[in-house]
C-alpha cells in the first residue's frame, strides 16, 4: 500500500476484555515497530519485527501484550484483559532496514 | 544515561528566528540519525534523515550531526506558527537497526 495503515481508528472497549490492533505495513518493509502514546507524553517502545528475526519485546509491559507478525508483512497486536492504564494511542512504523521509519495514523484505543 | 536525549523543556521562539532543536545519543555506533515533527493528535511525520557527520539542508530545515561529540541537531530558520509542534529525534542502534526516540521537545513559534 501507500503508507503504513492501522486498523481501527478508534476503539472503546470494557475493561477486562481482549483487544486487537492491526498493522498493514508499507509494502517490502521488513522492520516493524509499535509504540504507545498516552495524552501529553513521549513514544514507548512496545515491540520490533526485523525480516525474520526473533522480535525484539522489551518494550511490552505486561505478558498481557503480546504481538505477532504474520508472513513477514502485517502485524496484530494484542493485549488481553484491557485495564484503565492501557488507554492511549498505539502507534506502528514500518522502515526498510537503516532507513526511515513511517507511522500509521495510530489506533486510539480507550478502556471504560 | 537515557539512550536518546532531548530538552523536555518547551522552546518558545518568535516569529522570524531560528529554532534550535538538540538530542544526544549513547550508542556511538548509531548510524542513522532522524528528525521527526508531531503535531497535537497527529502520527510524527518525518523532516530529516542524516547519516553523516556535517550540515543537511533542506529548505528552512538544517540537520547537524557530530558523532565524536554524540549529538544531532535540528535549525529551523524563519520560524512559522505553523512549525508549532513536538520534534522527536530518532537515532537506529547499531548491530539492531532499532529506532530509539527521545522524549521530544515541544516547540511554539509565536506570532
Known amino acids: 500500500g501507500a503508507g503504513v495503515s492501522q486498523s481501527p481508528s478508534n476503539k472503546v472497549t470494557e475493561k477486562g476484555k481482549d483487544v486487537e490492533l492491526r498493522c498493514d505495513p508499507i509494502s517490502g518493509h521488513t522492520a516493524l515497530y509499535w509504540y504507545r502514546q498516552s495524552l501529553g507524553q513521549g513514544l514507548e517502545f512496545l515491540i520490533y519485527f526485523q525480516g525474520n528475526s526473533a522480535p525484539d519485546k522489551s518494550g511490552l509491559p505486561s505478558d498481557r501484550f503480546s504481538a505477532e507478525r504474520t508472513g513477514g508483512s502485517v502485524s496484530t497486536l494484542t493485549i488481553q484483559r484491557t485495564q484503565q492504564e492501557d488507554s492511549a494511542v498505539y502507534l506502528c512504523?514500518?522502515?526498510?532496514?537503516?532507513?526511515?521509519?513511517?507511522f500509521g495514523q495510530g489506533t486510539r484505543l480507550t478502556v471504560v | 544515561q537515557k539512550e536518546v536525549e532531548q530538552n523536555s523543556r518547551p522552546l518558545s521562539v518568535p516569529e522570524g528566528a531560528i529554532a534550535s532543536l538538540n538530542c544526544t545519543y549513547s550508542?556511538?555506533?548509531?548510524?542513522?540519525f532522524f528528525w521527526y515533527r508531531q503535531y497535537s493528535g497527529k502520527s510524527p511525520e518525518l523532516i530529516m534523515s542524516?547519516?553523516?557527520?556535517g550540515d543537511k539542508e533542506d529548505g528552512r530545515f538544517t540537520a547537524q550531526l557530530n558523532k565524536a561529540s554524540q549529538y544531532v541537531s535540528l535549525l529551523i530558520r524563519d520560524s512559522q506558527p505553523s512549525d508549532s509542534a513536538t520534534y522527536l529525534c530518532?537515532?537506529?542502534?547499531?548491530?539492531?537497526?532499532?529506532?530509539?526516540f527521545g522524549t521530544g521537545t515541544r516547540l511554539k513559534v509565536l506570532a
Open positions: 530518532a537515532v537506529s542502534t547499531s548491530g539492531t537497526y532499532k529506532y530509539i
Open positions: 542524516i547519516y553523516s557527520n
Open positions: 550508542d556511538r555506533g548509531s548510524q542513522s
Open positions: 512504523a514500518s522502515s526498510s532496514l537503516n532507513t526511515e521509519a513511517f
